[in-house]
């Protein structure tokens, strides 16, 4: 079984940063091969790709979140970490990690973790 735990999220006034966490664990991860995305969901919205590594480490990011967002990844210890800086309440929402384009297996979807962005 594959399992994606995202970790590090909270509440957070404008301005402020947030480290999250993704580690990636089970027997068909293959996660070393894959493209991750950090995502995020907000009430009443479709979920959206925020930011993107490959496996040879090149990134691309969602416009709203350039310049203030970096992702970067470590293959030995299967884990994908997003920083965020200059956070926005517009940045409220729970945020996955996941393989790109296609999830890790069909359909799955850790829990997510919370970020609020609030004064």
């Known amino acids: 079984q594959v399992q994606l735990v995202e970790s590090g999220g909270g509440l957070v006034q404008p301005g402020g940063s947030l480290t999250l966490s993704c580690a990636a664990s089970?027997?068909?991860?293959?996660?070393?091969?894959?493209?991750m995305g950090w995502y995020r969901q907000a009430p009443g919205k479709q979920r959206e790709l925020v930011a993107l590594i490959r496996y040879g480490g090149s990134t691309s990011y969602a416009d709203f979140v350039k310049g203030r967002f970096t992702i970067s990844r470590d293959n030995a210890k299967n884990t994908v970490t997003l920083q965020m800086n200059s956070l926005k309440p517009e940045d409220t929402a729970v945020y996955y990690c996941n393989g790109y384009p296609h999830t890790v297996i069909p359909g799955y979807w850790g829990q997510g973790t919370q970020v609020t962005v609030s004064s």
């Open positions: 089970g027997k068909m991860f293959r996660g070393n091969a894959m493209d």
